[in-house]
């Protein structure tokens, strides 16, 4: 037996508790979230990017841009991107300052359609997240995900997760 591995650092019980917790709550919550947007065809991916082009001033970002805001790879974003695409909801251009870009434009119709489908997300977020929490409890949990994703993003670790993202797709 090879005594120079060092032993991982398990997780107390009160860490378990929580990392369960965790794992649980997000899963219900991601799941339930993404079941209340099905009543519009939609799922949770799609209008997270619908909502972030709404929110741009000329309702455009850089595919590669929404694709790190996302955590998704290029091909998994380009395949969300054709699928909204197909319903007039985006179209992609050249980036107008560097044409070997590509930037997603949410259209007319599509702006139509996030403005008409918010009220059932924001809904449902108050409904199974905001109404579970007090104020202080919920600005806590706000930096303690702030805090997780500075620290994972700043390990490097994301590109490496892209980059194996990509080479699956």
């Not at 119709?109 to 929490?133: C, K, Q, W, Y």
Request: proline share 3%; net charge neutral.
């Amino acid at each position: 037996m090879n005594t120079d591995t060092p032993q991982p650092r398990w997780l107390d019980a009160q860490e378990q508790q929580v990392w369960r917790e965790y794992l649980r709550a997000s899963r219900l919550l991601e799941a339930t979230l993404d079941r209340d947007l099905q009543a519009h065809g939609l799922q949770l991916s799609e209008y997270e990017i619908l909502s972030m082009l709404s929110e741009q001033p000329d309702r455009r970002l850089r595919m590669s841009v929404i694709a790190e805001l996302v955590v998704q790879s290029r091909s998994r974003l380009t395949h969300t991107a054709g699928r909204l695409e197909s319903r007039g909801w985006v179209r992609r251009e050249p980036c107008a300052g560097d044409r070997r870009g590509v930037e997603l434009v949410l259209t007319d119709t599509g702006f139509a359609e996030i403005t008409r489908m918010a009220p059932t997300h924001v809904g449902s977020v108050r409904d199974n997240l905001l109404a579970h929490l007090c104020r202080k409890d919920l600005l806590a949990l706000g930096r303690a995900m702030a805090a997780i994703s500075n620290g994972i993003e700043s390990t490097g670790v994301c590109d490496q997760v892209r980059e194996a993202q990509e080479q699956r797709a």
